[in-house]
């Protein structure tokens, strides 16, 4: 899974890198992630860097261990969507 984070473009690293260890922290205790590498002044996904851009790899439990609907991404998206725990003090 991918996750990638666009601070407004005069956001400072230092910024982006404490959103990235916000976000570390709520994947890594997210039942159902195996581990996650976080990479803060680099969007893989706009192929940019910028102090503003982070992105993170997280890699999953095996398939097989995933049965449960509480152990899939699904659950997690509908309240990071949009940006809104950036803007709030309550994470994701």
Do not use: Y
Not at 20 to 44: N, P, Y
């Amino acid at each position: 899974m991918l996750v990638v984070v666009q601070l407004p473009d005069s956001a400072s690293l230092e910024r982006t890198d404490e959103v990235m260890l916000r976000a570390d922290k709520i994947v890594r205790h997210t039942e159902g992630v195996a581990h996650a590498v976080r990479i803060s002044g680099l969007s893989f996904v706009l192929g940019a860097n910028g102090s503003h851009l982070g992105t993170m790899f997280v890699i999953l439990d095996p398939f097989e261990e995933r049965h449960s609907a509480a152990r899939s991404s699904e659950p997690s998206r509908p309240s990071c969507a949009g940006g809104s725990a950036a803007r709030s003090k309550t994470p994701c």
